[in-house]
């Protein structure tokens, strides 16, 4: 037999998809876990009990949160749901305005924001602007394209076919347009038309061949002419899917009707699209044209001009980009969502942004060896934890990239390029995540419970879910303030310590004994496995031999709790005291070092962990390493 050390340095390939358990000769199965749940991966390698989540408020209904950050003091939390959008800062309601948008077309929303004012679009709903006037006046209104000699810069597009003519009545006036065929129908009032550039406005539509119209600009003529269009966006034709600022200009992706079209406005002129002669600093617009249609999904705003489509990526260039320089050229061929907006974020210069399979996580990003850019898969050693992600953002103090599944958990992706770090864990609560944003500093979920859709943030001093914290000057044991929990079983933390579970009734509940400090809330489990050992012995490197584990040791950092099975059953590892005595009915203090763990018994069905780690006891627990020593039949 042979006595074998192995030594697992970090986490940094998080967990791998077990179609991969027999792949013991990559670099990620040495770093790898078979499971992780409810942990954060740091960086720099270690994992540790993820933070809990403090109750914030209760949401009307099911919804999105988005960040809006007016400048580093001034930040806001946007919670839309049915018709309404809730303006929270530091946690805190602030501002409600009623909104176009009904619960079912939350999903397909797109926004950006240009400082105080937010840009909401949706195909189906004339595109808004909200606007911040100061922390509790907020307002929303229709976007205003540039009107000049009574004429509106905005897009124009012909919808009906090269060879149909428009004839108007009159040169100036209420007049009669005479289509050659089939053209009006009645949402066109209100609506612009171009005839030889020359604009009227539909004021009745008489039948699909005739119209009456304001001219707001003097007529060429009153002959037939092929030569018309009408206004790009509206109820007809639907309205913009994506927008985006970039290079001072407004760029807006896609419509509805006109699904693969680019827009790009005026130069310093955000709202004015007018193509008038090419000039460099005029508006642009063009189709995105290839062997397929590339309904635009996004439009980012990165080292170049992103466009992200159903069927592939796209870079727009130009140097800076004018008519006559703008250039076009597809970089991958992958694709994005086209059922639900899942924002492109960027982290460290690469844009990641969901496949429209639904199963992967990718990262645009430009190569300069290259010159161009590629789409590399950051889901594919963990594609069993990717399932639809319905929302995304990205945590630039803890380096984590946080994904809202279809399924309702909450995959975590810890990314640091300049390590090769790329990490999954997967998050679970009692509820299901529907919705995330990072505001500021803080990491805020959307979460549907028992009682109600809440508002809750990651707080790194909780370990508890939907949880609340308080304090007494006097110790005492009954708790309020605890009614969106009605009825459920809570874990409690006590003084620092675990105190037995209690059922909340009537908004409280009463310890077994007082305290001056507690945390209540959901408890969650952790759960660490790691990846059955792959040894290397005189005969080669294998996998399946008998094996048997003789010694675990884990290093802790800061922690006060370790629960683990060995293979004998779950045990908490005791956490002594400065005195070296075991503290079981006070908080276990802070512990930094090793904790040695001795078993028996062997493992010959070549797949089973040699050690797990299961604890929901709400306390800190950091893994910085793990060394076993193993004894191999072979």
Known sequence: MTRIHLLKTNFTAGEINPELLGRGDLRAYENGSALLRNVFIHPTGGVTRRSGLSYMDQAPGTGRLVAFEFNTEQV??????????????????????????????????????SADTLLVLHPDVSPRKITR??????TIAEWSFVEEDNAVRRPFNKFADEDITLQASATTGTVTLTASADVFVSTHVGDRFRLEK?????????????????????????????????????????WPVSAAFHQDRLVI??????????????????????????????????????????????????????????????????????????????????GSSVTRNVPPRDVDGATVFVTRNGREVREFLFTDVEQAYQSSDLSLLARHLVTAP???????????????????????????????????????????????????????????????????????????????????????????????????????????????????????????VTASEVQIGLGFTHKIEPLPPSVKTAKGVGQ?????????????IESRSLRVDTGKGFSDIPFKSLGDQDVLDAAPPLFTGDKKIRAMGWRRDGVTPLWRISQDTPLPSTILSVTTEIKVND
């Open 253 to 334: 992706g896609g419509a509805r009707d006109l699904p693969n079209r680019l827009w790009m406005s005026k130069s310093s002129d955000l709202y004015n699209f007018d193509l008038a002669a090419g000039l460099d600093d005029e508006a642009i617009d063009f189709d995105i044209l290839s062997d397929q249609v590339n309904a635009i999904r996004a439009v980012f705003s990165g080292r170049h001009l992103q466009i992200f489509t159903s069927g592939a990526e796209w870079m727009v260039t130009g140097d800076p980009l004018t008519p006559s320089s703008v250039q076009l050229k597809r970089q991958t061929r992958i």
């Open 76 to 113: 806001y939390l946007l919670v839309f749901s049915d018709l309404q959008m809730d303006v929270y800062r530091d946690g805190v309601k602030v501002a409600t305005i009623a909104t176009p948008w009904t619960e079912a077309q939350i999903p397909l929303i797109y926004w950006t924001q």
């Open 198 to 238: 020359k604009q009227v406005e539909i004021t009745v539509v008489t039948s699909a061949t005739q119209a009456t119209a304001t001219v707001k600009e003097t007529l060429v003529g009153t002959s037939a002419t092929k030569d018309w269009d009408e206004q790009a966006f509206s109820s007809t034709h639907g």
């Open 133 to 138: 006037t100061s922390d509790t006046a907020w």
């Open 544 to 556: 399946g031999m008998a094996v048997r584990l003789i010694e675990a040791v884990f290093r802790l």
């Open 390 to 512: 319905l929302d995304q953002d990205f945590d630039q103090v803890k380096r984590l990239l946080h994904l809202v599944m279809n399924d309702g958990t909450l995959g975590t992706l810890t990314l640091f390029r300049a390590e090769q770090v790329t990490a999954w864990t997967l998050q679970e609560t009692d509820g299901t995540f529907l919705s995330v944003a990072v505001v500021g500093d803080d990491v805020y979920a959307l979460i549907q419970r028992t009682g109600g859709v809440y508002i809750e943030k990651f707080d790194d001093n909780l370990y508890l879910d939907s949880a609340l914290a308080g304090t007494s000057g006097t110790p005492v044991a009954t708790w309020s303030g605890l009614s969106h929990l009605e009825g459920e079983t809570v874990k409690i933390l006590a003084d620092g310590s675990a105190h037995a579970d209690k059922q909340v009734s009537g908004g409280a509940v009463t310890l077994d």
